[in-house]
T-cell receptor, first 112, second 113 residues
Framework: SQKIEQNSEALNIQEGKTATLTCNYT??????LQWYRQDPGRGPVFLLL?????KEKRKERLKVTFDTTLKQSLFHITASQPADSATYLC???????????FGAGTRLFVKA | KAGVTQTPRYLIKTRGQQVTLSCSPI?????VSWYQQTPGQGLQFLFE???????NKGNFPGRFSGRQFSNSRSEMNVSTLELGDSALYLC????????????FGQGTRLTVV
């Protein structure tokens, strides 16, 4: 069955450093992949979408890569700030359609 | 443009009762998806509706049901509540459902006692 894996352990980094989060998937060839941010007690907020024919996508301090051979996406936040502390979720459309599957998320803590 | 609105925000119910949650999507969005989020399981897909038709359903028991109205507003119902149904229920709307970003509501926090 289709599976998405994100590092379940929290990531702690110092302010100003680059945070790198990983999303791996199996039994799957998605046409695109999405990243969302979720703050405690709130719904996820869309950040970026990258398509299978795109190797990299950037938005301000965010960068996403998509390696369909490795079946992996990397999400980078450069010059991280304490306000970046949140849970980051990757999401993929399922093969059957009309359904988005989310990873469990990785909790990021940025220390001042 | 108003965002996705979910009501109520918080709810406390007793085991065995039933509950109805409501979701008003962003104007113009015809796809509405529902998710259950618990600390241990993450976001679990419940179902997706588009133009009043359920197009996909997750692996939840029949106690979980939903519907969508002609104005795209959606409701989900959980009957015979169990303690394990305590969770944050999130609704997301999008224009077509799959190839576009999803806009989430704030969620309804359901506590079953």
């Amino acid at each position: 069955s289709q599976k998405i894996e994100q590092n379940s352990e929290a990531l702690n980094i110092q302010e100003g450093k680059t945070a790198t989060l990983t999303c791996n998937y199996t039994n799957y060839s998605p046409a695109y992949l999405q990243w969302y941010r979720q703050d405690p007690g709130r719904g996820p907020v869309f950040l970026l979408l990258i398509r299978e024919n795109e190797k990299e996508k950037r938005k301000e301090r965010l960068k996403v890569t998509f390696d369909t051979t490795l079946k992996q996406s990397l999400f980078h936040i450069t010059a991280s700030q304490p306000a970046d502390s949140a849970t980051y979720l990757c999401a993929l459309p399922n093969t059957g359609g009309f359904k988005t599957i989310f990873g469990a998320g990785t909790r990021l803590f940025v220390k001042a | 443009k108003a965002g996705v609105t979910q009501t109520p925000r918080y709810l406390i119910k007793t085991r065995g009762q039933q509950v109805t949650l409501s979701c008003s999507p962003i104007s113009g969005h015809r796809s509405v998806s529902w998710y259950q989020q618990t600390p241990g399981q993450g976001l679990q897909f419940l179902f997706e509706y588009f133009s009043e038709t359920q197009r996909n359903k997750g692996n939840f028991p029949g106690r979980f049901s939903g519907r969508q109205f002609s104005n795209s507003r959606s409701e989900m119902n959980v009957s015979t509540l169990e303690l394990g149904d305590s969770a944050l229920y999130l609704c997301a709307s999008s224009t077509e459902g799959v190839n576009t970003e999803a806009f989430f509501g704030q969620g309804t926090r359901l506590t079953v006692v």
